[in-house]
C-alpha cells in the first residue's frame, strides 16, 4: 500500500527498532511487540483504551501514527510490573475492585500514574478531570476514584 | 476458613492490571487473514448486483466472498437461535442498514477495508418499516417466510407464516379486565415508549476461526460457547465433536455477545481461503450489529380510590429489528412480568415481537426488564399522584407478597420485594422532609421497582478436577465477561472442598474440555452454574472420600487428599473428576392463557432511589444522588456483588439520560463514540448500593443472580424525581435536556417554536 521506513525508539526503557508504515498507528506497532495491553476500541481517542505514553505525554494510540515515535520514548502498562512487582496504582486497583472486564484497566493505570506524578495529592476534582478521557463501560468509576486515592495515600 | 461469602478480588486480577489479560481481541495465530465487511446502505431492498471485480483485482486481496460464495461451504446458510432467519452474508433481499453483504480476505487489514471501499452493489429499493407498531400493519414486510428454529415450541405455529411482521405474540389472561375496569373507581391509561440503544462493549465483537483435520476452531468472544459449537455445527452438518470453541475472558458483554454473531462469518471464509481468519468489528460497526429493543407500551389499569389496583392490561410492541435473533424470547420471558411486582386479580398481557428495517435487537442486561419497569413504574407513581397517596405507600399496598400468585399464577417465593421498598425508602430518606429548592435549579426525589423471572428452564454442567496433589481445576464454560463468574465458582468449589477459592483454577471455555452450558446471560450463572459447581464438587468430595476407603483409610479421617492419593497409588498419581448437572424445574406457560404453576426457579428484585437537580432554563438534569437496592439472595462474593450494583445502575443512567441511537431514513446518524456518548467520570452521581439481606433457599448457597437489578428502576426513578421537581411527566427515553426543557416550556404554555 505505501513505503516502509524503519523507526528507532524507546520501548519501556529499552532501545528498538522496526519498519512501520506510514498509516500504522501506535497500537499496531505495539503489537508487533506482542505488549496487547494498548487497545484500540472506539478508533476516535475517546475512550482511553488505547492510552500510551510518549516522551512523557498521555497519547491516544489509535489516533497517534507509529512514524511519529520515531525517536522517542514510549511507555505502556508493562512498564510498571517489568520488575515482577505491582506498582502502588494496580495494587490499589485489585485492592478496590477498580475493574469488572478489564479491558478499560491499562488506560486507568496509565493516567493514575500521570495523575499522582503531576499531583501526588489531587483532589476529588483533580481525579475526574485527569480521567475523564478515559471510560469504563462496566462503570466500575467509584471504585476506580477510591482506588486512585488509596494510590495517592501510599505513595504511587 | 468458609469461602462463600468471602470479598476477595477477582481471580484475573493481576492480569487485568498489568495489561496481560487475555482477550480474543489480542489473539494472532500464525498464517491468520483478516476480514473486513463490505455493508448495505439500504435500509430495504432486493440486491440487483454486486460488482466486487475491483476489490479482488486489489494486490493483497486473498479473497472476495458473497452471500452465494458462502453456500459452497454452507448450502443453508442462515443462523439464529430462535428464527433461521439470518444469512451469513446477504442473499437476495438487505434487510437493514449496516447488514453484512461481502466480505474481504487479506493478510493486511488495511488492504481489506481499503478493497471494501472498492466494492459496488446496486439495490432495488423497498418500502421499509422502522416503528415497532406500525410494522403490526405495514405494508413492508421484512421476512417473505418465517422460519422458526424449531428450538422453541411456542414458535412452531408461526412455520411457513408470510405476509406478518409478526415474530411472535405472546398472550396472558388472569380474570376478567373488562368486568374490573366497569367497577372501577378510576381508570389510568397511558404509553411510553423507549429507544434504541446499544451494549457497546468496549472489546467490539471479534471471532477467529482456524480450519483443521476434519474439524473447526473457533476463537470467540462470546457468552455462549455451547451454542456457539451446536450452531456451527449445525450449518455444517457436522458432529458437535467437530467444533472446538474457545473462549478467554471478555472485554464487557452485556447481553451483546450471545448466541451467534460473528461466529458463522469467520467459519465460512476460513473454510473457503483455508486459513486462519480473523473478524474483528469496529466501534461502528458495532452499532449494525445488536441492540437494545425500542419499545411502545400501552398500560392500563383500574384502581380503587384508596389506591389498590384491581386490574391490569399490559400491551406491549417489541421492535425486534431486521433479524429475530433472542427476541421472541425477550417478548415472552419479560412479557409476563409486564404488569409489575403487583399483586393484580385481573391481568391481560399482549405482547408482541415484531420484525422491522432497523438493526437487530436481542438481550441487553435486563432481557426487556428495564423497558418494561420504565412503562409500569411511571405509571404507578403517576396514579399515586393523581389518587394523593405517597408513592412508597402505593407500592406497598399493592406489591406481590410471599406464597400470592405472580401474573402467571406461579407463587411468589423468596422474593424480597417489600425488603428492597424498604430499604429504599429508609436510605432516601424518604420520610425526612425533602427541599424541592425555588428558583432556577428544582429538585425533586423518586423511586421505582422491578424484578425479572430466570431464562428457564436452562441446564449447566460443571467438572472439578482434583490432581494428586490435592489441587482443584474446575472446567465450566460460563463466560467471565467481568462480572466475576470465575472467582464466585472458585469459591463454591473452595467451599466445598474445604480449600482456599484462590487455590483453585478455574479453566476458560473450550469445548474440548470444559462441558455443556447454556449460556452466560439472563444473570443465570451464580443460580444455575452455581449448582452445577457445587454438585460437581460434592461429588469430587465423596470420590475422594471413597478413595481413602479403598486406600483403607478409616472413614471420618481428615486425610489431606495429597496423601489419599499416594496412599491408593503408591506414588503421587491419578485424578478424581467430579461432574455436576443442574437443571431446575419447570413449567411453561398455558399456550392459551399464558398460566403457569412455576415459571422461574427465582426472582431478582432491583429498586432504584433518585434525586435530582433540574435545571430549568436549559432542561439539564443532574441526578444528585442514586439509591440502588436489589435482592441476590445470600451473596458469594459481596464485594463483587456490589460493583454489579453501581455498574448496572451507571448503564442504565446513560439509557435514561442520553444514549439513543437516532435513525435517519434507516440510517443511524451517531454511530460512533463521538456521537453516542456514554457514562463517565463526570455523570456519576454519588451512589449508595445495598444487597438486602435475603436468601434464595432452592439457590446454592442461598444465592441467586445479579447482573441486571440494578438496571430496572433507574429511569422510570429519575422520571418520578422529575415530576416531583417540576410536575413533568416525560413518557419517552430517553429525556434529554431538549426533552426536559421542550415539556417545561410547554407546560408554562409557551412551548419551544417548533412544538407550537
Known sequence: MSVARTIHFTLNGRKVSTEIEPHHNLVELLQRFDLFGARESCGQGLCGCCTAVVDGQPVSGCLYFAVMVDGKSVTTVEAFDADGALSKVQQAFIDHGAFQCGFCTPGFVLMTHQLLQDKPNPSDDDIRDYLSGNLCRCAAYPEIIAAVKAAARAGR | MAQVGRGIPRLEARSKVTGRAEYTHNLRLPGMLYAKVFRSTVPHGRIVRIDTSAAAALPGVERVVTGEDIRKVIPEPYYGPAFHDQPILALDKVRHVGEPVAAVVAADPHVAEQAVQLIEAEYEELPAVYDEVEAMTSQAIVHEVLKPAGTFADLKHLAGKTGTNVALDFHLTRGDTDKAFAGADHVFEHTFRSQQALHLAFEPFVAVAEPGD?????????????????????????????????????????????????????????????????????????FYMITKHPTTFRIKSGVTKDGKITARECEVHWNGGAYADIGPRVCQKSGFTAPGPYDIDHIKIDSYELYTNRTPCGALRGFGIPQLVWAYECHTDIIARELGIDPVEMRRKNILREGRPQATGTKMKDAAIEQVLDALAEQMPWSKPFDRGTGVIRRGRGIAIGFKASISPTTSVAIVNVSADGSASLNMATTDMGQGSDTIMAQIVAEVLDIQAEHVRVMHTDTDITPYDMGTLGSRSTFHMGHAVRLAAEDAKAKLAALAAEAGLPPGTNYPPSEIFVKRYGMRAGNVIGSGTYIPTYQSPDKTTGMSENVTPFWMIGGTGAEIEVDTETGKV????????????????????????????????????????????????????????????????????????????????GAKGLGESATFGVSPAIANALDDAVGIRLTDLPMTPEAVLRALRAKEGRPLEDDA
Open chain 2, 622 to 701: 443532574r441526578v444528585t444522588r442514586l439509591v440502588n437496592v436489589a435482592d441476590c439472595g445470600t451473596p458469594i462474593n459481596p464485594r463483587i456483588a456490589t460493583t454489579q450494583l453501581s455498574g448496572g445502575a451507571t448503564m442504565a443512567l446513560g439509557f435514561t439520560l442520553f444514549e439513543d441511537m437516532v435513525l435517519d431514513g434507516g440510517q443511524v446518524t451517531n454511530a460512533s463514540l463521538a456521537d453516542y456518548k456514554i457514562p463517565g467520570m463526570h455523570d456519576i452521581p454519588p451512589m449508595y448500593n445495598e444487597l438486602v439481606d435475603a436468601k434464595q433457599s432452592n439457590g446454592p448457597f
Open chain 2, 214 to 286: 476434519g474439524m473447526v476452531t473457533v476463537h470467540t468472544s462470546n457468552q455462549t460457547p455451547s451454542f456457539v459449537r451446536m450452531e456451527i455445527a449445525r450449518l455444517l452438518g457436522w458432529q458437535e465433536n467437530q467444533v472446538r470453541v474457545k473462549v478467554p475472558l471478555l472485554g464487557g458483554g452485556f447481553g451483546a455477545k450471545v448466541y451467534v454473531k460473528l461466529e458463522p462469518l469467520v467459519v465460512a471464509l476460513a473454510l473457503i481461503v483455508r486459513r486462519p481468519v480473523k473478524v474483528a468489528l469496529t466501534m461502528e460497526e458495532q
